[in-house]
């Protein structure tokens, strides 16, 4: 539902919405006016310019959680503040639209309709009044504070018409997708943000990576940005990785390739201009708002350009509700679907056409071998049980053996490496009679480069040296390097007096590793704390803990943490040189395939007998008396 359809007429006759404001035919009426960069879940929809007033008309996007706007608000034209005086809030509520007065600083949420188990949100409608602004202004911002979390919208122009595109004029090849093959080496993304205001835009570039790197850990990517708005990332590759960034007017998506530069130019303001339509399933022709350069640039425009191809909630619940042989035919009429609609676009080039044809691919690929997965997810939106008596009746059903895999070309080469980016396929390869296949092989070295990392993560160094014969030549330097930092570590641990003991991990397999290390210290309690040396929360907890620990010494009790190949080594071995506890370090592996562990931090209280007496998921600065109580009541508990 759109209630700015009802808010605009009642903009036209504003004297109903504001009774001391009078309707004429000289008010300026801007819709859909441009901006050059939003920072807010207001949306701004029209401007009202009248003899007495400035009135700004939004809709709000804040619809699962609740907001509020500071009474701080105000606009700025020409160098001068211009005050809130007073607003309405347009919401619908029994199929009516309903106005009433706003008040700044209140907490509002957004009305809803319930069907069944169904929640259909509205989108309300907030109209702001303020002192008028000076006829001749051609540009004025909205500004709700003054800090870095305020909502702004900066740049606002009264003539209605767009920002005129700062994209330099390029031309892209028509050349197809270049043929991968392995190799390692430097991935650089170089661009330039146009309209780059540095002290507003400079917290708001970062990066996400996909994938983690071959030793466990998060990439390190070397980012920078000065003050002209050129920026670059760097990193060292082994294989194509997806990474998302961080970037003013939004997220955008990167493929980078080993030895590869892409360039990419950035237009903020058409950027901020596409947002509202940015999920929108049927988009209206817009402006050109990015533009990748270099070998791979056509196929990382269409990455960013292509239609969300996800799950939706509905479309998880309903798959608890249906077969297998039903769910592959869906997503297979889906894709062929995908690839109809690929092949019709004229507006894709070579290149960009191969490569959304394997990503179709990939997707398929990914859903299929994840069906289980995505029936837990369903089970969990229909508040449905997920033990293994209700998921048995879903594997029963589950087979890796598809009869379309031999009408894939994913398979073909190694440009599957610009959408596949792990060896979780390599079963479904395996099912389908593919093993001969590069990707196959390349999945195989994969795993095996990435088994040895684990090991060595688990602090197991590698000493006979023969082992790296076995490894594909890829990535043979990458482990030799992290196998001598862990030995320096390990040196460097053993050669301190450490608080904390390393201790090595059970041979049992994740769903029964923390009983495992439960009875091991039998007669005693034990706390388990789930943790990553990234994580804030839990690096919190463990400091707000330590007064406790200190209070319980010398008692019957022991602090157990837990970590997993995320937590850097060299970090985590510090932490551990400061932090009393039994440490452990287990494999991606185990992690994840302990019983209920699906976020950090996560607690866990045993009694003497090994029994759980707590379970805690997140940190909130109460836990403490309440882990002191439940301590404090196992250790009193007769045997």
């Known amino acids: 539902?759109?209630?700015?359809?009802?808010?605009?007429?009642?903009?036209?006759?504003?004297?109903?919405?504001?009774?001391?404001?009078?309707?004429?035919?000289?008010?300026?009426?801007?819709?859909?006016?441009?901006?050059?960069?939003?920072?807010?879940?207001?949306?701004?929809?029209t401007i009202i310019q009248t003899d007495t007033a400035t009135i700004l008309c939004f809709r709000v996007e804040c619809v699962y959680r609740p907001w509020s706007l500071h009474s701080?608000?105000?606009?700025?034209?020409?160098?001068?503040?211009?005050?809130?005086r007073y607003g309405k809030l347009v919401t619908k509520k029994d199929n009516q639209f309903i106005d009433s007065p706003f008040t700044p600083d209140s907490t509002n949420t957004s009305s809803h309709t319930q069907i069944g188990d169904r929640h259909f949100f509205d989108l309300d409608s907030l109209v702001l009044c303020f002192d008028r602004i000076p006829s001749d202004t051609q540009t004025f911002d909205f500004l709700e504070g003054d800090d870095r979390n305020s909502w702004k919208i900066f740049g606002i122009k009264m003539d209605g018409k767009p920002y005129?595109?700062?994209?330099?004029?390029?031309?892209?090849?028509?050349?197809?997708?270049?043929?991968y093959t392995i190799k390692t080496g430097k991935a650089i993304l170089k661009g330039k943000i146009y309209d780059y205001d540095h002290a507003f835009m400079k917290n708001q570039i970062s990066y996400f990576a996909n994938e983690y790197n071959l030793i466990g850990n998060g990439f390190d990517i070397n980012m920078q940005c000065d003050s002209l708005g050129n920026f670059s990332y760097e990193t060292d590759l082994l294989h194509p990785i997806p990474l998302t960034l961080l970037l003013p007017g939004g997220n955008l998506k990167a493929i980078l390739v080993p030895g590869e530069e892409i360039a990419l130019d950035i237009d903020v303001a058409t950027r901020t201009a596409n947002a509202p339509y940015e999920w929108?399933?049927?988009?209206?022709?817009?402006?050109?708002?990015?533009?990748?350069?270099?070998?791979?640039?056509?196929?990382?425009?269409?990455?960013?350009?292509?239609?969300?191809?996800g799950y939706t909630i509905d479309f998880l619940k309903e798959l608890v509700t249906i077969s297998f042989d039903e769910y592959v035919q869906r997503i297979w009429s889906d894709y062929q679907k995908t690839i109809q609609e690929v092949?019709?676009?004229?507006?894709?080039?070579?290149?960009?056409?191969?490569?959304?044809?394997?990503?179709?691919?990939?997707?398929?690929?990914?859903?299929?071998i994840s069906y289980v997965e995505n029936v837990k997810n369903g089970l969990y939106y229909s508040s449905m049980k997920n033990d293994s008596s209700v998921l048995n009746k879903y594997n029963t059903q589950f087979t890796l053996i598809d009869p379309h895999a031999k009408e894939l070309n994913l398979f073909d080469n190694l440009n599957a490496l610009y959408v596949v980016y792990d060896y979780k396929p390599m079963e479904y390869l395996k099912a389908n009679g593919l093993e001969q296949s590069e990707i196959y092989h390349w999945m195989a070295d994969l795993k095996k480069a990435k088994e040895i990392a684990g090991q060595i993560n688990m602090m197991k160094v590698v000493k006979d040296s023969t082992i790296w014969d076995s490894i594909a030549p890829q990535y043979v330097s990458t482990l030799q390097r992290h196998n001598e930092l862990v030995i320096n570590k390990i040196a460097e641990a053993q050669s301190h007096k450490l608080k904390g003991t390393i201790k090595e991990v059970p041979d049992v397999s994740g769903k029964e590793l923390i009983q495992a290390i439960v009875n091991s210290y039998k007669g005693k309690v034990v706390m388990i704390d789930c943790w990553a040396t990234w994580c804030g929360p839990c690096k919190t907890g463990i400091a707000k803990m330590e007064p406790v620990k200190e209070e319980l010494e010398g008692k019957d009790v022991v602090f157990v943490y837990l970590t997993n190949e995320t937590s850097d080594v060299e970090t985590w071995t510090k932490e551990v040189e400061k932090l009393k506890g039994e440490h452990y370090r287990i494999s991606a592996s185990k992690w994840n395939q302990l019983p209920d562990i699906s976020a950090i931090p996560h607690y866990i209280i045993y009694d003497?007998?090994?029994?759980?007496?707590?379970?805690?998921?997140?940190?909130?600065?109460?836990?403490?008396?309440?882990?002191?109580?439940?301590?404090l009541k196992a250790l009193d508990k007769k045997e």
């Not at 701080?72 to 809130?84: E, F, G, Q, R, S």
């Open 343 to 368: 092949s019709e676009n004229k507006e894709y080039n070579t290149q960009q056409r191969e490569f959304l044809k394997l990503k179709a691919q990939s997707t398929y690929l990914y859903k299929r």
């Open 72 to 84: 701080t608000v105000h606009l700025k034209a020409k160098n001068k503040d211009y005050a809130y």
């Open 608 to 631: 003497r007998q090994g029994n759980k007496v707590m379970e805690q998921v997140g940190w909130k600065n109460s836990l403490v008396d309440e882990f002191k109580e439940t301590i």
């Open 280 to 309: 929108s399933e049927k988009k209206p022709k817009l402006n050109k708002a990015i533009q990748f350069r270099g070998k791979y640039g056509p196929m990382n425009e269409a990455l960013n350009n292509m239609p969300y191809n």
């Open 1 to 45: 539902m759109n209630a700015m359809k009802n808010v605009y007429f009642l903009l036209i006759h504003a004297a109903i919405l504001f009774g001391n404001l009078s309707a004429n035919a000289q008010n300026k009426i801007i819709n859909q006016p441009s901006s050059k960069l939003a920072k807010s879940d207001l949306t701004l929809k």
């Open 164 to 179: 005129p595109s700062s994209l330099p004029k390029i031309k892209m090849k028509d050349t197809g997708l270049p043929a």
